[in-house]
Each structure stands twice: as structure tokens, then as C-alpha cells.
Nanobody
Framework: QVQLVESGGGLVQVGGSLRLSCAAS????????IAWFRQAPGKEREFAAG?????????????YYADSVKGRFTISRDNTKNTVYLQMNSLKPDDTAVYFC?????????????????WGQGTQVTVSS
């Protein structure tokens, strides 16, 4: 069982930056892939970024992104702190959403919600123009 808690959301102006954190409980954190999904008002939840589990495979720690955030967002993980970060730069109004982190053992580079077993409650990000 893994519990996830997101933090770092808030209100930011267009072009600004935010760093989201996803803190996880449990000793097996490093064995999970972690992803960030987001849900804008009136829209379905969508994949934003993911990072593969660390160690033991040739894919350890590799990150992957949706086209809409590639080049602006960076996902990273610190297994010593059981935390995954999402650095968001050059924010746009379209980035306004509730951001969720999720953990699981999906196929490598998966962007499908159903492949992630554990979810946090989300943190609101609002980008004002």
C-alpha cells in the first residue's frame, strides 16, 4: 500500500513557475513508477508526465511527457525522501487544473490511468492571464 500527498499548487501568472511535490509513504517507493495527471474544469483527466521506477532495470528513473508539456515541465524523483517533483515552467492558462500524482507498475511509459494503482487527492494549479 502506498499513500500519496501532493503539495505546491497555487496561483501563478502566465509565464511563471511552480514546483509540485508528491510525498509517498512506504518502503517500496523506489519500486513504483510515478506519474502526474491533471484535470481541467469540465475535462477528463489527462496524463502530464511520468518517471519510471529506479534501479534494477535499464529504464530506471527515465522520464516521459505529454506533448503539451514537453520542454516546459520536468519530473524528478528523490528516493531518499520518497518524493517526486514536477517542475513547471512557462506556465500557460491551459495548464490550469487539479494535478494528481499516481503510483503503480504500469507498462513502461504508460499514460493510461488504469495502469496506476495509487492516487493522491490532488493539488490545484491556477494560471492567470
Amino acid at each position: 500500500q502506498v499513500q500519496l500527498v501532493e503539495s505546491g499548487g497555487g496561483l501563478v501568472q502566465v509565464g511563471g513557475s511552480l514546483r509540485l511535490s508528491c510525498a509517498a509513504s512506504g518502503r517500496t517507493f523506489r519500486t513504483y513508477a510515478i506519474a502526474w495527471f491533471r484535470q481541467a474544469p469540465g475535462k477528463e483527466r489527462e496524463f502530464a508526465a511520468g518517471i519510471l521506477r529506479s534501479g534494477g532495470t535499464s529504464f530506471g528513473g527515465t522520464s516521459y511527457y505529454a506533448d503539451s508539456v514537453k520542454g516546459r515541465f520536468t519530473i524528478s524523483r528523490d528516493n531518499t525522501k520518497n518524493t517526486v517533483y514536477l517542475q513547471m515552467n512557462s506556465l500557460k492558462p491551459d495548464d490550469t487544473a487539479v494535478y494528481f500524482c499516481a503510483a503503480g507498475n504500469p507498462r513502461p511509459y504508460s499514460s493510461y490511468e488504469y495502469e496506476y494503482d495509487y492516487w493522491g487527492q490532488g493539488t490545484q494549479v491556477t494560471v492567470s492571464s
